[in-house]
């Protein structure tokens, strides 16, 4: 799987070449499914307005109103649910899965509960496009500052460990929402590993366990 982990979405040019280098095709011809699961589990969000506006492309955040090819949701609390061959195919054939943000622990609760966490080794096209949470979700641990939900059987912060690294969303420095660079620091001082503090115009692109920053703003890698 080809990952773009972004704090605030595509939010300007370079994130968005990025994108299309990782698809190989213009985002005009390019499937997406969306998830929407992890704001379901956020104190904040939770279901209705935020759900509906990350779908419907209404949302600040670019992310499903890029001009996409199709669009269609992939709602894991319901995959339990129903048999796989309604929507293992679905996820096989798309170019690229939008993941929205909100809860890293809840998102990770789902996507294992879903089985779509054990599909995704497989999926070796398909293209990750995180914010926020959803990206937060592929790191080996969020950090307990980010701890919101817990699942039913308890856990600590760890999430699905598919790249070797944690990052800190929103650093968009003091004054403007998010987390200043010393609650990034802060934050870092508590994860055994390295660590990104990026803000709203950086994403993370990860192929075959190469990683590129990529970014129009301000990043720092944090290390133990």
């Given at each position: 799987?080809?990952?773009l982990l972004t704090s605030a979405g595509v939010k300007?040019?370079?994130?968005?070449?990025?994108?299309?280098?990782?698809?190989?095709?213009?985002?005009?011809?390019?499937?997406?499914?969306?998830?929407?699961?992890?704001?379901?589990?956020?104190?904040?969000?939770?279901?209705?307005?935020?759900?509906?506006?990350?779908?419907?492309?209404?949302?600040?955040?670019?992310?499903?109103?890029?001009?996409?090819?199709?669009?269609?949701?992939?709602?894991?609390?319901?995959?339990?649910?129903?048999?796989?061959?309604?929507?293992?195919?679905?996820?096989?054939?798309?170019?690229?899965?939008?993941?929205?943000?909100?809860?890293?622990?809840?998102?990770?609760?789902?996507?294992?509960?879903?089985?779509?966490?054990?599909?995704?080794?497989?999926?070796?096209?398909?293209?990750?496009?995180?914010?926020?949470?959803?990206?937060?979700?592929?790191?080996?641990?969020?950090?307990?500052?980010?701890?919101?939900?817990?699942?039913?059987?308890?856990?600590?912060?760890?999430?699905?460990?598919?790249?070797?690294?944690?990052?800190?969303?929103?650093?968009?420095g003091e004054g403007r929402p998010g987390n200043s660079?010393?609650?990034?620091?802060?934050?870092?001082?508590?994860?055994?590993?390295?660590?990104?503090?990026?803000?709203?115009?950086?994403?993370?692109?990860?192929?075959?366990?190469?990683?590129?920053?990529?970014?129009?703003?301000?990043?720092?890698?944090?290390?133990?």
């Amino acid at each position: 799987m080809k990952l773009l982990l972004t704090s605030a979405g595509v939010k300007n040019a370079s994130i968005q070449d990025a994108l299309v280098g990782l698809l190989g095709k213009p985002i005009a011809e390019s499937s997406a499914l969306c998830i929407p699961t992890a704001q379901y589990g956020h104190p904040n969000l939770g279901p209705g307005e935020g759900a509906w506006r990350f779908i419907s492309g209404r949302s600040p955040l670019p992310m499903c109103d890029l001009g996409w090819k199709s669009v269609g949701v992939l709602e894991l609390t319901a995959l339990p649910s129903i048999p796989e061959e309604l929507w293992v195919p679905k996820v096989r054939e798309t170019d690229v899965l939008l993941v929205s943000g909100g809860d890293a622990l809840y998102l990770c609760h789902w996507m294992r509960e879903s089985g779509l966490a054990d599909l995704l080794p497989s999926l070796r096209e398909t293209v990750w496009v995180g914010l926020s949470a959803g990206s937060m979700v592929m790191t080996p641990r969020i950090g307990q500052d980010f701890v919101g939900w817990k699942p039913p059987a308890g856990g600590d912060d760890t999430t699905l460990g598919l790249v070797d690294f944690s990052i800190c969303p929103h650093v968009n420095g003091e004054g403007r929402p998010g987390n200043s660079m010393a609650e990034a620091e802060s934050w870092a001082a508590g994860i055994a590993g390295p660590a990104y503090a990026i803000d709203d115009e950086t994403a993370i692109k990860v192929v075959d366990g190469n990683v590129e920053v990529v970014s129009e703003g301000h990043w720092k890698l944090l290390t133990p």
